[in-house]
């Protein structure tokens, strides 16, 4: 898709359900949130919110049928708004992100730093420098807690019964 034009298009199909890219790792269905001037927000209900850079977009399907808007949600999500893809990355600084979706460029750590051309990303102990004209799409890695709310609970019901055998 031509860059210069897409924002046009996507104006059209903010709140509506789409697909980026027809298959492969960086492909997601999701409620388009926000559309910028190099960048679109897309909610999707797995990852939160993943910033796509319009120029790196091959295609976009609307009406998608694989998920439903109300399968993500009633929470209202505000989109991370900047003036382009290089300041949204500002934005993002010292959070724990995922770049890429799959395949060999995928990349999880902390956001480090940047510039212009290059990110760094702390990941293990690792500095990694990457072209950030390579950086297809970013989201905030949400840290799941070790145990789920319902071993939590199954836990603190145990301990609850152990206390009144005393």
Known sequence: MDPSQI???????????IRIDRGGPES?????????????????KEEGV?????????????????IKADELGEEEVEPIIAASFTQLLDHLKLQWVQINRGGPEKLEGVLNDMTDDIVTVVANKEVIRLSSFHIRNISVVQVKN?????????????????????
């Open 7 to 17: 924002g046009r298009y996507l104006d059209a199909v903010v709140d509506k359900m």
């Open 28 to 44: 997601r269905v999701g409620k388009l949130i926000g559309v910028y001037n190099d960048y679109i927000a897309l909610l999707t």
């Open 50 to 66: 993943i910033y796509y850079r319009t120029q790196h977009i091959k295609s976009i399907t609307e009406n998608v049928k694989d």
């Open 146 to 166: 070790e145990q789920s709310d319902s071993e939590q609970e199954s836990n603190n019901e145990k301990s609850r019964n152990k206390k009144r055998r005393r």
